[in-house]
């Protein structure tokens, strides 16, 4: 009887790690910290080599990062998560590195749903953060915003991969005059 008892403690003991919840979902992306936000969103720093008679042409893209900034479902309301990583994003923001530069805020969604629905939803998600930014210290005269739905996938092979659901902060340069 005593054998059988204390077997029965070991195992329900054993199941606990599995029947509590953890204290993070699986899926859920760490917080991105303000320098390495504002590593990524730098501007590499060049020489200004212009040799007689040719031009150069910027082809490469803005510098930009995605962030996993969480909302409520089908809501451009923040999770409480969320401010986690926009206070991460306003620190970089505001760095001596990117202070003078302006942003282009981009929500994107997965491939579920409307197409034209995901597009202002993406919108209104990048407003939202907008919104968030500027009452915490970034000027507004720095930030766009777009919606881009799920046009610009991060796994276009697979289109409702939670990834996809995302924004994305993109550097347009200098703002000043």
Do not use: W
């Not at 077997?7 to 979902?25: N, W």
């Not at 490469?60 to 089908?74: G, H, I, W």
């Not at 970089?92 to 990117?98: D, E, Q, V």
């Not at 919104?131 to 276009?156: I, K």
């Amino acid at each position: 009887m005593n054998r059988t008892r204390n077997l029965l403690v070991v195992c329900l003991l054993s199941l606990l790690p599995t029947l509590s919840p953890a204290a993070d979902p699986p899926d859920a992306a760490p917080v991105m910290s303000g320098d390495a936000i504002a590593q990524a969103l730098r501007h590499p720093v060049t020489r200004g080599f212009t040799p007689r008679g040719l031009t150069r042409r910027d082809t490469e893209p803005a510098q930009s990062v995605n962030l996993n900034v969480p909302f409520a479902r089908n809501s451009s309301t923040l999770q409480p998560q969320a401010a986690a990583q926009l206070n991460e994003l306003r620190a970089a923001l505001t760095s001596p590195f990117l202070r003078k530069d302006r942003f282009v805020i981009a929500g994107h969604t997965d491939g579920k749903g409307d197409p034209r629905y995901n597009k202002l939803l993406s919108l209104r998600r990048a407003e939202t953060v907008k919104r968030f930014l500027v009452a915490n210290g970034v000027d507004a005269a720095r930030l766009q915003t777009a919606g881009f739905g799920a046009e610009q996938l991060l796994t276009p092979d697979d289109p409702e991969d939670p990834r996809n659901r995302r924004v994305e902060i993109r550097d347009l340069g200098d703002a000043s005059p």
